[in-house]
T-cell receptor, first 113, second 116 residues
Framework: NAGVMQNPRHLVRRRGQEARLRCSPMKGHSHVYWYRQLPEEGLKFMVYLQKENIIDESGMPKERFSAEFPKEGPSILRIQQVVRGDSAAYFC???????????FGSGTQLSVL | AQTVTQSQPEMSVQEAETVTLSCTYDTSESDYYLFWYKQPPSRQMILVIR??????QNATENRFSVNFQKAAKSFSLKISDSQLGDAAMYFCAYRGPGSGNTPLVFGKGTRLSVIA
């Protein structure tokens, strides 16, 4: 059973471009969480999704950021018109049941030039 | 809002020795969960140990154990017989009661170095 898969591992974008980060949860997991880690900081919650539904997006910036978890395919975190302050590591985690142990991916390091 | 504080940005320990990482948290809840995660250079977040607040007994996982002091809102991690592979960032995390839509709240981490 493969772990949580995130790609790409590294993503470089210029200011104003779009960034798409992908997360494939572990097999059988229908709960996905996205976290952001700034340098020398802990992880900060962004959004919690179940298949086709956003359950909690209280940690998402109000503009430019969106997330989805379609019925088929990976969960996508989309950042439009990236700025330098978006540079961070973005982690995805999944669980089989709400509130159960989270399994984390290795993250996507986004660098905005 | 719940907060998690790790007051030691960096710690070091000699191989085979014991080290304790500190964590305090703030919450008004009586039922919650506490975690320690390890983040090696590979960046993968690995769950080290988990504690349910309603359990008085301290959790242990092999060389890792916690000292959970609920009244003091303290949750320290003890690593015994430290190994070179224990070198990593360690994050303390809190999750409140309820279903899965209560997100983890992380501290800023402690960087542990193991000296051969």
């Amino acid at each position: 059973n493969a772990g949580v898969m995130q790609n790409p591992r590294h993503l470089v974008r210029r200011r104003g471009q779009e960034a798409r980060l992908r997360c494939s949860p572990m097999k059988g997991h229908s709960h996905v969480y996205w976290y952001r880690q700034l340098p020398e900081e802990g992880l900060k919650f962004m959004v919690y999704l179940q298949k086709e539904n956003i359950i909690d997006e209280s940690g998402m910036p109000k503009e430019r950021f969106s997330a989805e978890f379609p019925k088929e395919g990976p969960s996508i975190l989309r950042i439009q018109q990236v700025v330098r302050g978006d540079s961070a590591a973005y982690f995805c985690a999944s669980s089989p049941i709400a509130g159960e142990k989270l399994f984390f991916g290795s993250g996507t390091q986004l660098s905005v030039l | 809002a719940q907060t998690v504080t790790q007051s030691q940005p960096e710690m070091s320990v000699q191989e085979a020795e014991t080290v304790t990482l500190s964590c305090t948290y703030d919450t008004s809840e009586s039922d919650y969960y506490l975690f320690w995660y390890k983040q090696p250079p590979s960046r993968q977040m690995i769950l080290v140990i988990r504690q349910e607040a309603y359990k008085q007994q301290n959790a242990t996982e092999n060389r890792f154990s916690v000292n959970f002091q609920k009244a003091a809102k303290s949750f320290s991690l003890k690593i015994s017989d430290s190994q070179l592979g224990d070198a990593a960032m360690y994050f303390c995390a809190y999750r409140g009661p309820g279903s899965g839509n209560t997100p983890l709240v992380f501290g800023k981490g402690t960087r542990l170095s193991v000296i051969a």
